[in-house]
């Protein structure tokens, strides 16, 4: 045992303890074990330059905690980590530095690496994992072949944000006004060809296995919310002197269709340039254009001035034959629904502004079941409650639900509605117009070329080709084969997309333009000859890259088997670990990241990889830490505080206690820098309490038995119970608390034993495990620490002989009394007659009743 310091030198014991678990494995998980298995999961980091803030550590420090718990307990803890590594921020440094995104992303995972060791958490790095390895990689291209050869990928034109200045595509995030948040420039709206994963196949069961699964209640009604399910009608708008088919709409209102007194198109929908009028033809380009530089949430911001542009077309209300005018409003997204809405101004906010605006009629058609709504059909105010139907040919009288059912039903039988379940979910973009993401493994061919490939049968292609057209050729897609990945980026000269919006690799021309062949993978530029053996194809690769999404919709299977170079992982590894017992991280992932990673998990299940069907079976989002201005903290409020400062003046576990005693794991809280000198001066005391001068255990340390005082080793036993129990429900704070009292008595008591002394030690050293080993190693233990089993609490020293009771009077709360916790009804009532608040009552009445229920309430009740 190496020398000690009169006090704890974190700064050399911390590092001494890292090198110890890492020499000797300390938390290396085994992949099979009579143990019961534990997995635990952060949210793996995103390593950005900046490094960690102070706020980073607080979720990773509360598993940890739990993992080290969980060894002590006897099980087979898996805790890994990873880094979520592709995206954007790597490819503007690359822009504007012209370094390849790999060189900065290592950095920045060595120095997120060097930071999360120095706060001594408890991972298995031998399981470490990066998504932009092609060892990982690799098998985020093979589950996107899953998902094409079933069907479930497809690609579609949709609009994105192009910026000319900056010659690149910008995510929504990314414009502000109309502008580019960097260098504000404008933008426009631009379609490119974008791959499509079909999401909305699986929304019944990501919907309703919610029920299944233990997270927050908040995070089941976002996730139910973005799945957005409604049960009504699809109902057909016939189209005045157009040759178009019908126009059709979803409401979950069927029972107002009488009401609906005008039409809205998105901007973007594809009838518009066939209804529009040619007087109108002007008006509506220049709204279109007006439109395009808007953002969906521009656009359907509630407290926006809503407008619109009259197309000149009218519709004919299937219900009673009306015209109805159809009107371009960017208030309706092409996104959602079908992209046109019939409007009911009487009984919808939106609608009636819109109408009022414009002097589009305002007909009511439901009114209040006690008929106190407006007899004349003309409200001053829209009316969004139920009731029953008026002013509605055939069916005023019926109540909103008896009409929309029969409404429905008359449709359905005329060819113009039938009953219709609509998802708000749409389809998940899966394109980035980007260098620094996973190659899709998707090559292109002809028409004719395509069919050949198919009639081989070598090739697994969906029931229905996946085409686009462009100049005039329409192009197929064929997969590369799984065999063959991964499929690596190029190296290009530039990082900046192409002229037509292509991400970079368009430029890469040896890559893109390709001889292929689909049978064995094989490729060659198509600037040499065509191969003569085997079957080749001229082909021209996919140039768009996966999301950052791609890679952390499955990375928690790879921890189970991540060496594994045939499979994602073995089907031992899945059966025996399982999901993740515990996921922890931020609830600004609460939608997305959640969201998809269940789909791609339920595709997995249904090919037959995995034996269980939900990711995630219980989720905890910690709070965030605010800076001291109260304020997220960002570089740009200049607000950050970075670990490394706070290790290197008080130590790593006085930062890991201080992020868990600020206040409940899932609240916000604010840094406050004064308060870490609490707790190292509680670390101090500890320390300076089982350590003398020497180094070696204090004085106060005895072997004897019964040397210590009765109430404290009735206190260590309570504080055992407090702390194990709080772990268990993620209660850290006040499990701190708990210690810090069970210290101050440490410090008044003359003595304590061995035992007790390294009992306590354990329940520390999940929270501050440097401090935890060395006193563990002073007190005779052998490290590590986790490896002795947790100390049990003897309840029969925690029985109190008292009991405390309520006294009321009539069911008021009039005092309180203590009494043996033997004492009877007699006894009770004779000590609350000594209360004097309680006697002037009893002297006031007459006793009618005693109520008396032992350890809680004594109500006597007086007349």
Known sequence: MATHSKDYDFSSIEPRWQSFWAENGAFRAEDASPKPKYYVLDMFPYPSGAGLHIGHPEGYTGTDILCRYKRAQGFNVLHPIGWDAFGLPAEQHAVKTGTHPATNTAANIDNFRRQIKALGFSYDWEREINTTDPHYFKWTQWIFLQLFERGLAYVDERPVWWCPALKTVLANEEVVDGKSERGNHPVERRALRQWVLKITAYA??????????DWPDSTKRMQEAWIGRSEGAEVRFGLENTGLDDLVVFTTRP???????????????????????PEQRDAVEAYRKQAAAKSDLERTDLAKDKSGVFSGAFAVNPANGQRVPIWIADYVLMGYGTGAIMAVPAHDERDFEFATKYKIPVVQVIEPADHSGNGEGHPELPYVGDGNLVHSDGYSGLSWREAKQKITADLEAR???????????????????????????????????????????????????????????????VPVPASTLPLELPEVESYLPSDSGESPLANATSWVDIWFNPATGASAPKTSDRPTDGTWFAARRETNTMPQWAGSCWYYLRYLDPKNSAAIASPEALQYWGAPDLYVGGAEHAVLHLLYARFWHKVLFDIGLLPFDEPFQKLFHQGIILGEDGEKMSKSRGNVVSPDTIIASHGADSLRLFLMFLGPLDAMKPWNPQGIEGVHRFLLKVWRELVDAEGAASTKVTDAAGSEPEELTTLLHATIKKVGEDIEALRFNTAISQMMIFANALQKSPAISRDSARAFVQLLAPFAPHIGEELWGILGGPPPVQATPWPNYEASLLETQTQKLVVQINGKRRGEITLSKDADEEAAMKAARELDNISGHLEAGTIRRVVYVRGRILNIVIA
């Open 204 to 213: 019944e069961r990501l919907l309703a296995d919610l029920k299944h699964v």
């Open 255 to 277: 029972d107002t269709l009488f009401g609906a007194t005008f039409m809205v198109l998105a901007p973007e929908h594809p009838y518009v340039d066939s209804l529009t009028s």
């Open 415 to 477: 060819g113009k509605g039938k009953p219709t379940i609509n998802y708000k979910l749409r389809d998940w973009l899966f394109s980035r117009q980007r260098y620094w993401g996973e190659p899709i493994p998707i090559a292109w061919v002809n028409r004719a070329d395509y069919e050949t490939i198919a009639a081989s049968g070598q090739v697994m292609l969906p029931a229905e080709p996946v085409s686009y057209e462009a100049d005039g050729t329409t192009h197929y897609a």
